[in-house]
C-alpha cells in the first residue's frame, strides 16, 4: 500500500478528534478514495482520551493502518495512553500545541508547533485544514462534509467551523513537503458506513422486522440504527430490560413469525447463554450479533478482541447445535448478517454473528452495487391433518407453523420433547431428537462452504486466521509474496460448522502453518486442534491479548521468526 | 366455542388435590368466555409446576426457561399484534428469577394477560421457600424458619404501573373464571394472582386455610384508586379477593403504533436506496 497515508488525530473528549477524522474521511470517501477510519477512547463517557486514525489509499483497503505519516496531538498525556497501540513511520510529522512539548521518544521526528486553541475555538477543524493541505484532499468536498456534518446544529455553527477550517489551511508550516500525487480521484463517490451499520442494515435487507436488544458497548449503533428504521418499515425495536429478555423478545417473536435479531457484546452473549440453548431445542430461528471487546467479564469495552470465540461455540449447557459465523471487514458484517437470517429461518436455529469493535466501530467506504444478497424466506407449514411439528426428516428440519394458521397448533418447549412436541424424558426419544436437530448441521455445512483463501496456489506457508484479523492477513500474505515468498490464507466465515474438509485440503498442501489471532489463550488455534488435523512441529501459533490493532508487521514478523526460522 | 375445545389430550402430572387443577379449568371457561379463538390464542410459561399448563391447553404454547415467560410473551405479542398472549407461571418463576422481567412487563402496560399460581413453595423442586413464602415458615430450603418476609404479588404489580391487578382463589373456579375473562380482555397489561394450594409442599391444611380467609372485596371499593388498592395487599388474616385496580392508559402497542407514525407519517416505506443515502458522503 505504497500510495496510502495514515494519519491519526489525539484529544481529550471535547477536542473533537474523533469528528475531525470523521470530516477527512468523508470528504475522501465522497471523492472516491478508499478510507478506513477507526476510533479508540478511555473508558471516561466524557472528557476522556479519544483518538482517530484515518487511512486513506486510491486502491481499496482491506487492513487498517500499520503506521502514521501525521499525528495532530491535543495534549500529549492523552497520546500517552494510546502510545503502545500507535506506531509512527520514521518521517511523521506531528503537530502538537507550542505549550505542550513532545516527549524526548519523538524528538526524531519533525515536530511542528502550532497554536491549535489560540488560531480558533474549533481546533480540530484546524487541525484537518493543516492535514488537508498537507495531502491534497479537495478543501471544497471537506467543507462539504462540514456542512453535512453540523447540518442540525445549524448555520451559525456551520460558519464557525467553517471559518476555523480555512484557518488552518493557510496555517502552512514551512517546508512542509510531502503531497500524495498518487492519490488518484476516481470521481465515483463511495459509501461511508461502519460495521454495525452495516450489520444493521443487513438485518434490514434479510427482512428483519423486529429488533429487542439491551445497550453495550461496542454494539449500540445496531441499536440506534435499527430504533431510527425499523419502525419505518413497520417493524418494531424493543430495548429491554437486559439481554435476558431481549434475545427472550427475539425468541417469543420468531415464534410468532417475524424475523427477529439482537445485538449485543460478551457481557451480553455471556446473559444469552440459557435462551441459545432453548432456541435450538426448540427450533426457534434466532440471530444474535456479537461486536466482541476485550473479555473476561467487563473487561475493555471500548478495544477489540477475538476472545468470544468458544463462548459462542459452546455457550449453553446441553448439546445445542448452533451455527457461528464471522465476518471479515465492515462489507463482510452486511453479507454476513444476512447469511445468519437466511440459514438461522431455514434450519430454525440460533445463528451467532461474531463482529468485533474493529469492524463495528470503524468506518469503511462500501460500493452500494455490493451490499445485495439473495434472503431466503420462512417455510411456513399449512397442515391440513395431524400435524408433527418436530416431525424427523432427513434433513433434520420440521414443518414450522406460526400462530394464527388453524390447523397448525403446537406446544413447544425447553423440554425433550417428541414429534408433536409433548414433554418426553424418553432416552429413544432424547437420542432421537438430539439426533434430528443434529442432522441440521450436517445439511448447513455442506450448503454454506463460506471462506476466503488467498494467496499462493501451492502455498509454502499457509496462514489460518478469521474475523477482523482476516484483512490484516490479507495484506501481510501479498507483501510476502510480493518479496518473493509463496504464502496463502485460509479464513472461514463460517466457524460451525466449519468448512472442514477444505480447511484440511488447505492446511495439508501447506508446509508449514502458521494460526494468527487475537486471544491470549489462543481459543482458534484450540478450535481448529479439535476440528482438523494441524501438522505436529510445524504449526505455529501468533496469539496475543486484543486491545491493540493487529500489524502488516506482527504477521510478518511472525512468519520469518516462527515458521520460516 | 366452548370450554372443552381448549382442552388438549395430554394429562396434567400435578399431584391430586393440586389448586392448578382448578385453575386449568378457569383457564378453559375463560379462554372460551373471551371469545378467544384456539388457534389465535397463545399461552406462553416459564418452568415450575404450573408451567405445564400450557400443554393441556389447545392453542399455540410456549414452556420456556425459568423466568422468561414474560419477555418470550411479549416478542410473540408485539410481532403478531392480532394474537391473544397469556403468561402463565408460579410465584418463584415470576417474582424470583423473573422478577425484573415482571417489573418491566407491568410498566411497559405491554398487552397481555399474566396468570400467577401462587403456592407460596417451590413445587417441582421438592418444597423450597420461595418468594411468597411467610416468614418463620419452615421449609426443605429453611430448616430453621424462613428468614424473609414474603411478597404480595398484587402489590407489587400495583405500585410497578400494571393498568390491571386482581387476586383469585383457585377453589373458587366460578370467580376465578370471571376474574380471568376480564384479565384476557383488558387492554394492556392484566395481572391475576391466583392463590393455588400444594397440597404436597404446603399440607392438606392450606387449602381450608385459604378458604377460610377468603373474602369478597367490597362492592363499593374504588378500582380506580391506587391507595384504596392497596389497602387490600399485605394481608394476613383475611384473603380478599377481586378487582383491586383497573385503570386505562396506553399500552406498548399503542405506544409502538405511535413511534410508527412518528417515524414515518403517511410516507410509504423507505426503499433500500433511501436508507442508503444515509452512507452517501454527496
Redesign the interface.
Given at each position: 500500500m505504497e500510495n496510502a497515508i495514515t494519519f491519526s488525530i489525539v484529544g481529550s473528549g471535547g477536542d473533537g478528534a474523533v469528528v475531525a477524522g470523521d470530516l477527512i474521511a468523508?470528504?475522501c470517501?465522497?471523492r472516491g478514495l478508499h478510507v478506513m477510519k477507526t476510533e479508540a477512547y478511555g473508558p471516561q463517557i466524557r472528557g476522556g482520551e479519544s483518538s482517530s486514525t484515518v487511512r486513506i489509499s486510491s486502491a481499496p483497503l482491506v487492513a487498517p493502518a500499520e503506521s502514521n505519516d501525521a499525528l495532530v496531538v491535543f495534549r500529549f498525556a492523552d497520546f500517552a495512553r494510546f502510545r503502545s497501540e500507535m506506531a509512527l513511520s520514521p518521517d511523521c510529522v506531528v503537530f502538537h500545541e507550542p505549550n505542550d512539548p513532545p516527549p524526548a521518544e519523538l524528538a526524531a521526528l519533525r515536530c511542528i508547533a502550532v497554536p491549535f486553541g489560540e488560531l480558533a475555538r474549533e481546533k480540530n477543524m484546524v487541525a484537518i485544514g493543516i492535514l488537508g493541505a498537507m495531502f491534497d484532499i479537495p478543501g471544497d468536498e471537506i467543507r462539504?462534509?462540514i456542512k453535512?456534518r453540523f447540518r442540525k446544529k445549524g448555520e451559525t455553527v456551520i460558519e464557525a467551523n467553517l471559518k476555523a477550517f480555512g484557518v488552518g489551511q493557510a496555517f502552512q508550516p514551512a517546508s512542509l513537503g510531502r503531497r500524495l500525487e498518487s492519490l488518484r480521484y476516481t470521481g465515483t463517490?463511495?459509501?461511508?458506513?461502519s460495521g454495525n451499520?452495516a450489520a444493521a442494515?443487513g438485518a434490514?435487507?434479510a427482512g428483519c422486522?423486529?429488533f429487542?436488544g439491551y445497550p453495550i458497548t461496542p454494539s449500540s449503533e445496531i441499536l440506534h440504527f435499527l430504533s431510527?428504521?425499523l419502525?419505518?418499515?413497520?417493524g418494531?425495536c424493543?430495548q429491554?430490560?437486559?439481554e435476558?429478555?431481549?434475545i427472550?423478545?427475539?425468541?417469543?417473536?420468531?415464534?410468532?413469525?417475524?424475523k427477529?435479531m439482537t445485538a449485543t457484546s460478551g457481557p451480553g452473549l455471556s446473559l444469552m447463554a440459557?435462551?441459545l440453548g432453548?432456541s435450538s431445542i426448540?427450533e426457534i430461528p434466532s440471530v444474535i450479533v456479537d461486536v466482541q471487546r476485550g473479555g473476561p467479564s467487563t473487561g475493555i469495552p471500548t478495544k477489540s478482541e477475538q476472545s468470544d470465540l468458544f463462548h459462542a461455540l459452546y455457550a449453553s449447557h446441553g448439546d445445542t447445535p448452533r451455527v457461528v459465523l464471522a465476518c471479515c471487514d465492515v462489507e463482510d458484517a452486511f453479507h454476513t448478517t444476512v447469511d445468519a437470517f437466511n440459514i438461522a429461518e431455514e434450519y430454525q436455529l440460533p445463528v451467532i454473528v461474531l463482529s468485533d469493535q474493529l469492524i463495528g466501530q470503524r468506518r469503511e467506504t462500501?460500493d452500494?452495487a455490493s451490499?445485495v444478497h439473495d434472503v431466503v424466506q420462512r417455510r411456513i407449514a399449512l397442515p391440513v391433518d395431524e400435524y408433527k411439528r418436530y416431525a424427523y426428516t432427513e434433513d433434520g428440519v420440521s414443518p414450522m407453523t406460526?400462530?394464527?394458521?388453524?390447523?397448525?397448533?403446537?406446544?413447544?418447549?425447553?423440554?425433550e420433547h417428541d414429534e408433536l412436541g409433548?414433554?418426553s424424558s424418553m432416552y429413544v426419544v432424547h437420542e432421537q431428537m438430539n439426533d434430528k436437530r443434529h442432522r441440521k448441521l450436517d445439511a448447513i455445512a455442506d450448503r454454506y462452504r463460506l471462506f476466503r483463501r488467498f494467496g499462493a496456489e501451492h502455498p509454502e506457508l499457509g496462514i489460518l486466521c478469521w474475523g477482523s484479523s482476516a484483512g490484516t492477513v490479507r495484506e501481510a500474505v501479498e507483501r510476502m509474496n510480493g518479496m518473493g515468498a509463496s504464502v496463502a490464507a485460509f479464513v472461514p466465515r463460517i466457524l460451525a460448522p466449519l468448512p472442514a474438509s477444505e480447511l484440511q485440503a488447505f492446511v495439508d498442501q501447506c508446509e508449514r502453518i502458521l494460526v494468527v489471532e487475537l486471544s491470549h489463550a489462543a481459543q482458534f488455534h484450540r478450535y481448529l486442534r479439535s476440528e482438523i488435523d494441524l501438522p505436529r512441529g510445524r504449526t505455529a501459533v501468533l496469539a496475543r491479548s486484543g486491545g491493540k490493532t493487529l500489524t502488516v508487521s506482527e504477521v510478518m514478523a511472525a512468519a520469518v521468526e516462527k515458521v520460516m526460522a | 366455542m366452548n370450554a372443552n375445545d381448549f382442552k388438549s389430550d395430554l394429562k396434567p402430572v400435578w399431584c391430586p388435590g393440586c389448586g392448578d387443577f382448578a385453575v386449568l379449568n378457569s383457564v378453559y371457561r375463560a379462554l372460551a368466555a373471551a371469545g378467544c379463538a384456539p388457534h389465535e390464542t397463545v399461552l406462553v410459561s416459564g418452568i415450575g409446576c404450573s408451567s405445564r399448563l400450557p400443554g393441556y391447553v389447545e392453542t399455540y404454547g410456549f414452556n420456556s426457561l425459568h423466568g422468561r415467560a414474560l419477555p418470550i410473551a411479549i416478542g410473540a405479542k408485539v410481532a403478531s399484534p392480532r394474537m391473544t398472549v397469556v403468561a402463565v407461571g408460579g410465584d418463584g418463576d415470576g417474582l424470583a428469577i423473573g422478577g425484573n422481567h415482571f417489573m418491566h412487563a407491568a410498566r411497559r402496560n405491554v398487552d397481555i394477560a399474566y396468570i400467577m399460581m401462587d403456592n407460596e413453595i417451590y413445587g417441582l423442586t421438592k418444597g423450597q421457600a420461595g418468594p411468597t413464602t411467610p416468614t418463620g415458615d419452615k421449609t426443605k430450603s429453611t430448616t430453621y424458619g424462613n428468614p424473609d418476609p414474603a411478597i404480595d404479588p398484587c402489590a407489587l404489580a400495583i405500585s410497578l404501573g400494571a393498568s390491571w391487578v386482581a387476586r383469585g382463589f383457585s377453589g373458587d373456579v366460578k370467580g376465578t373464571t370471571e376474574l380471568m375473562t376480564r384479565a384476557i380482555r383488558h387492554h394492556g397489561f392484566a395481572f391475576l394472582n391466583i392463590l393455588s394450594p400444594c397440597v404436597t409442599w404446603r399440607g392438606e391444611e392450606q387449602h381450608k386455610e385459604l378458604r377460610a380467609k377468603t373474602r369478597a372485596i367490597p362492592a363499593d371499593h374504588d378500582v380506580t384508586s391506587r391507595e384504596a388498592a392497596l389497602r387490600f395487599t399485605g394481608e394476613h388474616d383475611v384473603l380478599t379477593t377481586g378487582v383491586l385496580y383497573e385503570v386505562a392508559r396506553p399500552t406498548l402497542l399503542d405506544e409502538l403504533a405511535q413511534i410508527e407514525r412518528r417515524a414515518r407519517g403517511s410516507a410509504p416505506p423507505p426503499t433500500r436506496d433511501q436508507i442508503l443515502q444515509l452512507f452517501q458522503m454527496r
Open positions: 468523508m470528504a470517501a465522497a462539504a462534509a453535512k463517490p463511495h459509501l461511508l458506513m451499520e442494515f434490514l435487507h422486522t423486529f429487542a431510527d428504521w419502525p419505518r418499515i413497520g418494531a424493543v429491554t430490560e437486559d435476558l429478555a431481549a427472550g423478545a427475539v425468541v417469543g417473536a420468531s415464534f410468532a413469525g417475524a427477529a440459557e435462551m432453548l426448540a462500501v452500494a451490499l406460526i400462530p394464527g394458521i388453524e390447523h397448525g397448533m403446537y406446544q413447544t418447549n425447553g423440554l409433548r414433554p | -
